[in-house]
């Protein structure tokens, strides 16, 4: 256990629709980081999150938004889901010193 | 545009031997690096990290180099284990963009007993 809790593992869903992922940061680690992996590729940042305020943001389609609640756990919410959309989306947190970033397992979204 | 780019998808060595990951970056503004391993079915690990100020640095078995006039970076496993087979991801990071890493597509290193 990373101490990163991403949740759900697992999501299906159809084209057109809205899903929520939620990922719960290590304890007392104040930035949330986005990542989607798509088919074997790299990481691809999304978005970062620094105790509740948007810090970073990277190649993140408009049909995606997050935000970073004042428990510090993190939400990443797609919409008008297309196929393309299908990737593992990891969430990652650090805390002040840079030692890298603590992953969650990741959730695997699939759209059919 | 890539900006971290691992050119070699896989790497198949020989338990006790030496295993060698390469990198390239393009930013010549990033001035932190980071390997990280994954397991499949898990989230990347923290391996190992180097500051732009330092051309090696080591822990156990893993030892990173630097080359900054070249923009590369090397990660060095000696020796192998099979436990050592995963998929390792580059990434570099820089004090102008908040701390986030751009990470590479990855090296998929297999160990053979």
């Known amino acids: 256990d990373s101490g990163v809790t991403q949740t759900p593992k697992h999501l299906i869903t159809a084209t057109g629709q809205r899903v929520t992922l939620r990922c719960s940061p290590r304890s007392g680690d104040l930035s949330v980081y986005w990542y989607q992996q798509s088919l074997d590729q790299g990481l691809q940042f999304l978005i970062q999150?620094?105790?509740?305020?948007?810090?970073a943001k990277g190649n993140i389609l408009e049909r995606f938004s997050a935000q970073q609640f004042p428990d510090l756990h993190s939400e990443l919410n797609l919409s008008s889901l297309e196929l393309g959309d299908s990737a593992l989306y990891f969430c990652?947190?650090?805390?002040?010193?840079?030692?890298?970033?603590?992953f969650g397992s990741g959730t695997r979204l699939t759209v059919v | 545009d890539q900006q971290v780019k691992q050119n070699s998808p896989s790497l198949s060595v020989q338990e006790g031997r030496i295993s060698i990951l390469n990198c390239d970056y393009t930013?010549?503004?990033?001035?932190?690096f980071l390997w990280y391993k994954k397991y499949p079915a898990e989230g990347p690990t923290f391996l190992i990290s180097?500051?732009?100020?330092?051309d090696k640095n080591e822990d156990g078995r893993f030892t990173v180099f630097l080359n900054k006039s070249a923009k590369h970076l090397s990660l060095h496993i000696v020796p192998s284990q099979p436990g050592d087979s995963a998929v390792y991801f580059c990434a570099a990071s820089g004090n102008t963009n908040a701390g986030k890493s751009t990470f590479g597509d990855g090296t998929t290193l297999t160990v053979k007993p």
């Open positions: 180097i500051s732009s100020i330092k």
């Open positions: 930013n010549s503004m990033f001035d932190y």
């Open positions: 999150y620094y105790n509740g305020e948007e810090r």
């Open positions: 990652a947190s650090t805390g002040l010193s840079h030692y890298g970033y603590t």
